[in-house]
DNA sequence: GGGTATTTGTCCGTATGTATT
DNA sequence: AAATACATACGGACAAATACC
């Protein structure tokens, strides 16, 4: 074998794993057994156990031991609900500042969705946010973040921003710090006649922040991205009306697109 | 200040990288430059370059150096195209077997989309494909793949399953390890008055396997994940006749999903 | 092509710190 | 308090990849 010696060891506990004979939340040898029992030196094994690391499969947690990785049971979320989004949404965050709508089967199980009150601010619209709003760059915006989690567990981030314009006319609520009832979309067709009639999301995925690494327990050593989603919202003009950037951790997300017609969803397991 | 010294390091390092002080592409110190430097042995260094490679800011070539990581222009798919999949399709992949439609801007520019001939197999149906596609398990499937690239650069890994009943009847072209002209979903409609009247999506972002990384020669840091997309097109009678498995890396992807009316796409720069 | 210098990759041994039990 | 286990940091040696002459 031409591989590195870290590598072969990574190789061999791999195959423990995928086969099971290392069940997920089960703990690996220590770093002092597994020098022995390969012949390596500590610190050679600690970087198979790195290498492992970054691939997701095992976790290690100091003065305790190296786990394998427990899956987390996803939450999935469909990012193509109604548009014109009437109060009348079957199951649907609290609060969802106009996010797309919760997958009905994951709630009629016992998740819980809570939502922080919004943190509101006024800002200075900088470049991306002002280009999707159409705003100039540097317009003030109203930005409404919120945090949210499902049975107590961080699940996603969230930030939605409004012409200030918006709030110089009558929606005035916008920049108050609580939960608008029935949306802040069905609260600014009511206030301004503005329909939302469509929306565009664009998702990538990138490496958290240090904040966001933060907010979701995410360990420290990048194995786990983000995938960000900005959502355009568009008025019957065809204006954007609204910019929302959600945050969703990958290691604990799945997304849903349905077109034309689907059956009725039914996420059972599908693990890949 | 608590915190390690080769997160220190990093710190600055990042900071001197995000300030544009060291400029994407460009070479940083190398390791024995950066340790006397920073008064820290080679290893502690290596910790802290090791660090921001998992956040994706630098890359280390053996023999080279240490460069801060250029962004890669990121293809845009989107993931609602017309379910019914006219032959029309302004701009779509010659052989896409089925999947979204391509970005149409991004093809105004001169990038060029090229896919390789399909490997076409039968297989039994494993356990998350059978139960996409609701046939028994161990049953038999026709699998289609495909690699794609844009301007010779690896783009995404595209398998698609379909009951093997489809080829018993007349669809026997399915079976060909050629390009069906006009899309598969076109074929079937033609053939077998299969007419696909939706698809769902399913999207999830894990780290890449062997295969994977080394067909998009992505580095074996584990700092770039794939984003895999499960696409099961449904037929007029709701009925599962396509799925598709698409493996796209993150480093070079992004997505957008439309809904309702919105204006016409204009993805410019949002580098986010 | 060959040889050499440079740079990162691998591997070792050791010591000490920190978190948990 | 003590033991255990991982985290950090050092220094050294050699290998492998690359660039340059």
Redesign the pocket.
Known sequence: M?S?????IAEDLREQIESGAIRPGQ???????L?DHY?????????A??WLTTLGLVE???????FVVQKIDPFVTTLTADPKRPGGNKVVAPSADGYGEIDRSQLAGQRKLTVSDPQVEIQKAVDPIAAQLQVAAGSQVVSRHQKRYIDGTPWSLQTSFYPMGFVLKSADRLIEASDIAGGTVQYLADTLGLRQVGYRSRMLVRAPDATEAYFFNIPQDGRVQVCEILETGFDQTGTPMRLTVSIFPTDRNQFLVNVGDVPEDEPEESKT
Chains 1, 2 share one sequence.
Do not use: F, W
Request: net charge positive; proline share 6%.
């Open positions: 031409g590195p010696m870290y590598r072969q703990q690996l040898r220590t770093e002092l057994e020098r012949g390596a030196s500590r610190n050679t094994v600690r970087d156990i790195k290690t947690k100091p003065g305790q031991g190296t």
